[in-house]
């Protein structure tokens, strides 16, 4: 492998910095919000803005720094950009059918 330009690893650091600082912040988000239902939203910015973050610098380094262009994390972005909304929603919708089924209301913030 060649030598990397200090702009490429300048822009490609930045971006893996970001990608793992939102997904840092999706976790501590798990660990802070008191209900489940609450908990639901932290996973969707990690995945989603964290993953994206990560692509982008992968994409970035391996076009640049390979002899083609590197597309194929596009569909691995896509994938996760459209199954965590939905993992998220059946979650939520287990645990409401959970709750009612209990015949207790969903726990709300005190």
């Excluded at 993953?51 to 972005?77: K, N, P, Q, W, Y």
């Amino acid at each position: 492998m060649t030598e990397v330009p200090t702009w490429l690893a300048v822009v490609v650091a930045g971006l893996l910095i970001l990608g793992a600082g939102l997904t840092l912040l999706g976790a501590v988000g798990m660990l802070r919000f008191p209900l489940f239902y609450q908990r639901l939203h932290a996973p969707a910015l990690g995945n989603s803005g964290g993953t994206l973050a990560i692509i982008l610098a992968s994409m970035l380094f391996f076009s640049t720094t390979g002899d083609r262009i590197v597309v194929h994390e596009i569909l691995i972005g896509f994938f996760i950009m459209c199954t965590t909304p939905v993992t998220l929603m059946l979650l939520g919708r287990a645990a409401l059918y959970r709750d009612r089924a209990r015949k207790s209301p969903p726990p709300t913030e005190e």
